[in-house]
């Protein structure tokens, strides 16, 4: 724990842990990330002694060491408190916890702020087994509302049986496949973003339509994501000024290794790595350009495309060398030139974002489209520089 992909490795290898002890308890246990709960039925306090070592057995196998507690009746697990005495169950919080919850004049959609309290509301009651629980309990949570802005009364409002969710779903059996549209979110912005692009769907996909049956209110739906607040924005912004450059004591970093400088494809550069380029290819009597990107060094990248140039089974590579061929099927001379549009960061699993693809796909839709080769495609193509986190491509 504590690692930025801790809790997901956590659930996997607590899923195996599962399996391994499992019947132990006839399989009435369950782990949440680092945290297990199980139930003992019919056994003694020595049952529950002896259990307890054969599980700190089976964790030593692992390499593990755990805590275990056994005997309890009245537990604290999570955010709830069991009585087994009784049956009965409520919100539980840590002591000296302070719960906040968003202001109601923060920079968020409203209908994020809206649904704050109201979702307090339906969880609090999901874990109170009736009103008693609920009103002994809710003090902390309708202060931390108020204090917050929100005007909400909390009230104990019991969830629906299964039954009940069963008979009300029985009719919608169809899934749909929605497409959402996440825009930024901000208070300063008064154009109704969400609304106008809804309304370009209905422009440009009306019914009767050859797409209308993919792009229409049904199935393509928009919902707001939120920026970075001002203390990640204050942080970055220290990180960039803070950052100490390297010592002018130190061998600059190698920029290029042609065995001709004066031939390097990106005038000594092109060992420089994540980068947006663009490929201009000049004709007596045209000129196109075509924007790429590569996060290993430019050399690579390039080597590749010169491969795509002569090797005819790769002609179809890029939309570059489909034009390069052309040009050569009709022996027309031509020349390219290089060039490097951005220098920026590909995906990491801190940020969840690939700027590298971000800055690519801006270029491609800011670039004069009586010139450019990219297609329309390749703004909706997905990121591929994450792979390299899944678990199956870390070494």
Same mark, same amino acid.
Do not use: A, Y
């Given at each position: 724990?504590?690692?930025y992909d801790g809790a997901e490795t956590c659930e996997l290898v607590g899923s195996y842990i599962l399996y391994k002890i499992r019947a132990l308890f006839d399989g009435d246990v369950g782990l949440y990330r680092d945290d297990g709960l199980a139930i003992l039925r019919n056994k003694s306090l020595s049952d529950a002694n002896r259990i307890a070592k054969m599980l700190h057995e089976e964790f030593a196998k692992l390499g593990l060491r755990i805590t275990v507690d056994q005997? *309890?009746?009245?537990?604290?697990?999570l955010d709830v408190t069991f009585n087994l005495s009784n049956g009965s169950y409520r919100p539980y919080m840590k002591p000296n916890n302070t719960t906040k919850y968003v202001n109601t004049k923060s920079n968020h959609p409203k209908s994020i702020i809206k649904a704050i309290p109201l979702s307090v509301?339906?969880?609090l009651s999901s874990i109170s087994s009736d009103t008693k629980q609920f009103n002994d309990t809710k003090k902390p949570y309708q202060d931390a509302l108020k204090d917050a802005g929100h005007d909400h009364? *909390?009230?104990?409002n019991p969830p629906r049986t299964n039954d009940q969710n069963a008979s009300n779903t029985e009719s919608r059996k169809r899934k749909r496949n929605i497409v959402w549209y996440n825009p930024p979110f901000s208070k300063h912005v008064s154009t109704n973003v969400g609304r106008k692009f809804l309304n370009?769907?209905?422009k440009h996909f009306p019914k009767g339509h050859v797409l209308h049956k993919l792009f229409n209110r049904n199935n393509v739906k928009v919902s707001y994501c939120c920026m970075n607040n001002m203390l990640r924005?204050?942080?970055t912004h220290n990180e960039s000024i803070i950052k100490k450059p390297e010592d002018d004591t130190t061998k600059p970093t190698k920029t290029c290794n042609c065995r001709k400088p004066k031939e390097c494809p990106l005038m000594g550069n092109c060992l420089v790595k994540s980068i947006i380029y663009k490929a201009t290819v000049t004709t007596d009597n045209d000129l196109k350009s075509y924007i790429g990107l590569c996060e290993t060094n430019f050399k690579n990248r390039w080597n590749n495309h010169k491969s795509s140039f002569k090797l005819e089974h790769k002609r179809k590579e890029t939309a570059l060398s489909k034009y390069i061929w052309d040009l050569k099927d009709r022996k027309?001379?031509?020349s390219i030139k290089w060039s490097i549009q951005k220098k920026t960061n590909s995906y990491t699993n801190v940020s969840k974002r690939c700027h590298l693809c971000l800055w690519e796909k801006y270029f491609i839709i800011t670039a004069d489209k009586s010139t450019a080769l990219n297609s329309k495609s390749e703004l909706i193509s997905k990121c591929r520089h994450a792979n390299k986190f899944l *678990?199956?491509?870390?070494?």
């Open positions: 724990m504590g690692s005997g *309890l009746k009245v537990i604290n697990f509301n339906q969880r009364t *909390l009230e104990f370009l769907i209905d924005i204050i942080k027309v001379k031509f *678990l199956n491509n870390v070494s």
